[in-house]
């Protein structure tokens, strides 16, 4: 948690950027796994209600009524009977006072506010939900059917939160930059740990643990497979082969809930070999030209086709592609490969800010989605960069056996595969490198001082000195 004047001041500019109205703000309750009092662990708090109200705690609302600049923070105390099983905790007044909030109030007087808004015919701001309770809660206050809730959101409320929270200040930067210490020690685990025999899933529960043991949760599903050409392969009781290559897609939060999300490819015998290398190499030379290119006022979608037409062309090289860069990349052909887009803005989410619709989030009046095309249809940023974003910078290289039939067998883009070969590399398996990137002055750097190993020579030297 910050100090008061940074969540003061953050309610500040949010009440200057909406102009008027109410805006309620939602923060998460427990989610029960089987029983009521049997919750997921650890709690996780809406991001935005913390970005604002910072407070880590189960059950509260923020209210901040813009026209007459009054702030409330609402939910209940808890009884004597939770204070028996669970320990006390401050008063929901003592935490309003925490965060500089004059006004604290019950969870019933919520009805009121809102009843009292819709009399008078004020604009009532709130976030699209992503969690069941949140509808229901808002069904009953406003009496708008969860079908609705989405697109009754406040866009306004939406764009002034996009603007504010896309853009790290120095404090934020420092938590990331602390995420990132876990994150790498979780990837460096995962190396030691790789070797023919073991489970994915005992490495993934080790790293689990890591996050777990700093006081936090995993910033995601920790992705661990050696089937890397499924994107988002969850680890299974399979054991690793020697010969195959381990994709740990792994981070971590903050007790601050602020992110870290990086991906190493390893090999599980401890050396790549020359097939590996070369495609290994293309993943490596796209994902160091995101830090040249890069910075503020750049289009993240002219990096993403920039680095879409550099693999383009190693692939050429390398008797997979065939044809003119510019075409193949226009017509999608790079999408066989890389069907997903180069990165994503990351902060207190993984994919930060993903609940409101990456078209609100990556997106702008300049640059619009490509939602038809395959592959491009999967960019979850476009927009020119500005200093204090944070982005992902993840290329990837996938044999996809079941899109490589569909795409052979409709002759899709078969003047720029050459399907031949791509048929010897269907047990090939996906390379993954992914790094973390804050917008600076005049260009970028990578979050995180201690690099993650992940030029080839180095993973094998740290995986020879440490298995
Ligand atoms: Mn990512």
Redesign the pocket.
């Known amino acids: 948690m910050y100090s008061k004047e940074t969540y003061v001041s953050r309610r500040a500019e949010l009440k200057k950027l909406v102009k008027s109205g109410v805006i309620i703000l939602f923060g998460n309750n427990n989610s029960p796994a089987n029983f009521p009092n049997n919750g997921y662990h650890p709690f996780r708090q809406d991001s935005s209600f913390l970005y604002y109200f910072g407070l880590n705690r189960d059950g509260l609302v923020g209210v901040i009524d813009v026209d007459n600049d009054i702030e409330t923070l609402i939910g209940d105390d808890i009884s004597i009977d939770d204070i028996v099983w669970y320990g006390s905790v401050e008063s929901v007044h003592d935490m309003a006072e925490q965060v500089g909030v004059k006004n604290s109030a019950p969870m019933k007087s919520l009805k009121t506010i809102c009843n009292d808004a819709m009399r008078q015919k004020r604009r009532i701001h709130f976030l699209p939900p992503y969690r069941a309770d949140i509808k229901i809660q808002i069904f009953d206050l406003l009496g708008i059917h969860p079908n609705q809730q989405k697109e009754s959101a406040s866009m306004d409320l939406i764009k002034a939160i996009v603007k504010m929270r896309s853009v790290k200040t120095d404090e934020e930067v420092e938590e990331l930059e602390r995420a990132a210490v876990i994150g790498y020690k979780m990837h460096t685990t995962a190396m030691k740990m790789c070797r023919p025999g073991i489970t994915e899933q005992e490495i993934a529960g080790a790293l689990d643990g890591i996050a777990n043991g700093l006081g936090s949760m995993v910033s995601f599903a920790t992705i661990l497979t050696q089937h890397g050409e499924i994107m988002h392969g969850s680890p299974s009781m399979n054991k690793l082969e020697a010969g195959r290559l381990m994709l740990c897609?792994a981070g971590a939060e903050t007790i601050n809930n602020y992110c870290s999300?990086n991906?190493r490819t390893s090999p599980v015998s401890g050396h790549y070999d020359q097939r590996q290398l070369e495609i290994y190499s293309i993943v490596e030379a796209c994902h160091d030209y995101v830090l040249q290119v890069a910075k503020p006022g750049v289009k993240w979608w002219d990096v993403h086709f920039a680095v879409c037409r550099l693999m383009t062309d190693r692939l050429k090289e390398l008797g997979l592609m065939k044809g003119d860069t510019e075409e193949a990349v226009r017509a999608g052909a790079h999408a066989m490969f890389m069907c997903h887009g180069l990165?994503?803005m990351?902060g207190m989410d993984?994919?930060d800010m993903e609940g409101f619709d990456q078209i609100n989030v990556g997106f702008d009046e300049e640059v619009r989605p490509n939602l038809e095309q395959f592959g491009t249809n999967c960019l979850r940023l476009g927009r020119r960069l500005q200093k204090g974003f944070v982005v992902?910078d993840?290329p990837g290289i996938y044999f996809i056996p079941a899109l490589i039939d569909d795409w052979k067998a409709s002759g899709h883009c078969k003047e720029f595969i050459n399907f031949d070969k791509l048929e010897t590399y269907k047990d090939f398996g996906g390379i993954r490198i992914?790094d973390d990137l804050l917008i600076t002055d005049d260009g970028c750097r990578f979050i995180g001082k201690n690099r993650i190993p992940y030029h080839p020579k180095d993973v094998e030297a740290f995986m020879a000195e440490n298995r």
Request: proline share 0%; net charge negative; glycine share 10%.
């Open positions: 897609d999300d991906t990165g994503h990351m993984v994919h992902t993840e992914e």
